[in-house]
């Protein structure tokens, strides 16, 4: 099957002649990070504090990004967890200064592990480490230990939810929320949204590829549901949730099915589903009226979950 191009919302469609759907593979990894590194948007200029730490976990650092906008005492806290594909990406994340500005709230972001060279579960133990830092050194770090939430856009949130899981199953840190921007939960792709070949940006081989590196190999449904989510039997004891995700993405029908189990879960869950977007198009073309009602959705849930 192949997407309708017609279907993009019209102001989204000018961002693609400059950003072509990736092809990943692990024979290029390298040279796509720096071709995206390359191609970063420069820092925007909001006023938020930033600090970089490394919290020492057994045999190993995992480097940590903070962002304030005050100094104001107890704040809430978001642990946040970048995007791309488990394979690329940064901790010093814009959105995850755009998430502190915003909600006046304490955000770590963090520098997990990537695959091919580290493939799951050490990424995904970086982010739960990070999680248990960040509720233990509460009182030193200026936070609530009672208000803290979890998110992150694509394999970020993929990864967020995968985490949620995880520390359900483990220490059950309290989370108020999660919240998840167009969530990489599914390796098979098996759903009328995900047998569409020629998507956008990410698009079905290039995210079979990233998985398989993720996976070390391609465990179909043997795959650990604290990779692939969309695995678990049952997501009852997880946080309130925020899921968006565009009517053009290839995770959208994983998505909303996601939405949907923690709905018969008993978990409270809003679910936004934004016509003619693309993955990550937001980010794309952040002036377009699809974007900004993108934005102000999830930003407006998250405030909402930590006052």
Request: net charge negative.
């Given at each position: 099957?192949?997407?309708?191009?017609a279907?993009?919302d019209?102001?989204l469609?000018p961002?693609?002649?400059?950003?072509p759907?990736?092809?990943i593979d692990r024979?290029?990894i390298?040279?796509?990070?720096?071709?995206l590194?390359?191609?970063a948007p420069?820092?925007?200029s909001?006023?938020?504090?930033e600090?970089?730490?490394k919290?020492?976990k057994?045999?190993r650092e995992i480097?940590?990004?903070?962002f304030?906008?005050?100094?104001?005492?107890?704040?809430?806290?978001?642990l946040?967890i970048h995007?791309?594909?488990?394979?690329?990406?940064s901790?010093?994340?814009?959105?995850?200064?755009?998430?502190?500005?915003?909600?006046?709230?304490?955000v770590?972001?963090?520098?997990?592990?990537?695959a091919?060279?580290?493939p799951f579960?050490?990424g995904?133990?970086?982010c739960?480490?990070a999680?248990?830092?960040v509720?233990?050194?509460a009182?030193?770090?200026g936070?609530q230990a009672?208000?803290?939430?979890?998110?992150?856009?694509?394999?970020?949130?993929?990864m967020?939810?995968g985490?949620?899981l995880?520390?359900r199953d483990?220490?059950?840190?309290p989370?108020?929320?999660?919240?998840?921007?167009y969530?990489?939960?599914?390796?098979l792709?098996?759903?009328?949204s995900g047998?569409?070949?020629?998507?956008?940006?990410?698009k079905?081989?290039?995210?079979f590829?990233a998985?398989e590196?993720?996976l070390?190999g391609?465990?179909a449904?043997a795959?650990?549901?604290y990779?692939a989510p969309?695995?678990?039997e049952?997501?009852?004891?997880?946080?309130?949730t925020?899921i968006s995700v565009g009517?053009?993405?290839?995770?959208?029908?994983?998505?909303i099915?996601?939405?949907?189990k923690?709905i018969e879960d008993g978990i409270?869950c809003?679910m936004?589903?934004?016509?003619?977007?693309y993955h990550?198009?937001e980010?794309?073309?952040?002036a377009a009226?699809?974007?900004r009602?993108?934005n102000?959705s999830f930003?407006a849930a998250?405030?909402d979950a930590?006052?």
């Amino acid at each position: 099957m192949e997407l309708d191009y017609a279907k993009i919302d019209k102001e989204l469609l000018p961002a693609l002649d400059d950003f072509p759907a990736l092809e990943i593979d692990r024979g290029n990894i390298e040279k796509i990070r720096a071709l995206l590194l390359e191609r970063a948007p420069l820092p925007s200029s909001l006023a938020v504090k930033e600090e970089e730490l490394k919290i020492v976990k057994a045999d190993r650092e995992i480097p940590i990004f903070i962002f304030r906008k005050s100094s104001k005492p107890s704040q809430p806290v978001v642990l946040w967890i970048h995007g791309g594909g488990y394979i690329f990406g940064s901790a010093y994340d814009e959105r995850a200064k755009v998430i502190a500005d915003f909600c006046d709230c304490t955000v770590v972001s963090v520098e997990y592990r990537l695959a091919p060279e580290h493939p799951f579960p050490a990424g995904a133990e970086d982010c739960m480490a990070a999680l248990e830092w960040v509720f233990d050194n509460a009182d030193s770090l200026g936070t609530q230990a009672g208000k803290i939430a979890i998110g992150g856009a694509s394999a970020g949130a993929g990864m967020a939810a995968g985490v949620s899981l995880m520390n359900r199953d483990g220490r059950n840190i309290p989370l108020c929320f999660q919240v998840l921007l167009y969530p990489m939960l599914d390796n098979l792709h098996a759903t009328p949204s995900g047998n569409i070949t020629n998507h956008p940006v990410w698009k079905r081989s290039t995210s079979f590829n990233a998985w398989e590196m993720y996976l070390n190999g391609t465990p179909a449904e043997a795959a650990s549901e604290y990779a692939a989510p969309s695995r678990a039997e049952s997501l009852k004891g997880l946080p309130p949730t925020y899921i968006s995700v565009g009517s053009e993405d290839l995770f959208r029908d994983e998505d909303i099915g996601f939405g949907q189990k923690l709905i018969e879960d008993g978990i409270p869950c809003e679910m936004s589903v934004f016509p003619g977007m693309y993955h990550a198009g937001e980010g794309f073309a952040p002036a377009a009226k699809v974007s900004r009602r993108l934005n102000q959705s999830f930003l407006a849930a998250l405030k909402d979950a930590l006052t």
